[in-house]
C-alpha cells in the first residue's frame, strides 16, 4: 500500500501558532543580547508574508536545556511560562510581517556557531530546516559548512550589520536558495 501524499497546510502560521515574546529568546536587558533579522523571499524574490519561524539553539554555556514550558500558558498571569523576561528559553517562534520580515533577540550560542532553524510556509509540502552561521566564530572547523562549496556556503552565513545586529535572508529557490538540510 502506497502513504498518503502529503498535503500544503496553511497559510495559517501567524493566526495560530505564533505567540507573544516568540522572538524574545534572550532575557530583556541583558549585555551580551545579540539581534538577527532578516526576509523570507520565494523563487521570484518577492517576500513570504505568512511565513514562520522556528529557532533552537544552545544557551551561551553551551547547555542545550532552556526554560521549561516556554510555550505553555501560566494559569495565574495568563503570560507564558518561561517567557519571564528573565530566563533564557533556547526556543524563539516568530511570523513574517506583510514584507516578509522577522526579527528576534537572543544570545551567542554557546558550543556550536549558528542557530538553528525550522521554516514553515505556504506551499510547503514539509518545513524545512537551516542554520543561520553567525560571524565571529571558527567556521572554517564547521563540518557542514565545509561540505558546501563556497557559493553554497554564503547562503548559511549571517551579516553583521552593527556590533551584535545581524540580517540573515531566507530564499526558498532560485540561484541564491538557501542550503536547506535534510534529515531523515
Known amino acids: 500500500m502506497l502513504p498518503t501524499p502529503s498535503q500544503t497546510v496553511g497559510p495559517f502560521y501567524g493566526y495560530a501558532l505564533p505567540f507573544p515574546g516568540g522572538g524574545e529568546i534572550a ?21 513570504v508574508p505568512d511565513a514562520l519561524l522556528e529557532i533552537w539553539q544552545p544557551g551561551p554555556d553551551g547547555s542545550r536545556t532552556g526554560a521549561p514550558g516556554s510555550l505553555r500558558r501560566d494559569q495565574v498571569t495568563g503570560g507564558y511560562a518561561g517567557r519571564d523576561g528573565v530566563t533564557f528559553t533556547g526556543f524563539g517562534r516568530v511570523a513574517t510581517d506583510a514584507d516578509g520580515r522577522y526579527g528576534l533577540r537572543t544570545l551567542p550560542p554557546g558550543g556550536v556557531p549558528y542557530l538553528s532553524v525550522c521554516l514553515f510556509a505556504r506551499g510547503l509540502l514539509h518545513h524545512l530546516f537551516t542554520r543561520i552561521y553567525l560571524p565571529g566564530a571558527d567556521l572554517a572547523a564547521d563540518p557542514l559548512l565545509g561540505s558546501l562549496e563556497p557559493g553554497r556556503r554564503a547562503t548559511l552565513l549571517a551579516v553583521e550589520e552593527t556590533p551584535g545586529t545581524y540580517r540573515f535572508d531566507l530564499r526558498l529557490q532560485g540561484p541564491e536558495e538557501t542550503v536547506f538540510l535534510d534529515f531523515h
Do not use: K, N
Open 27 to 47: 532575557p530583556a536587558g541583558h549585555r551580551d543580547t545579540i539581534a538577527v533579522h532578516g526576509r523570507v523571499l520565494d523563487g521570484g524574490g518577492e517576500p
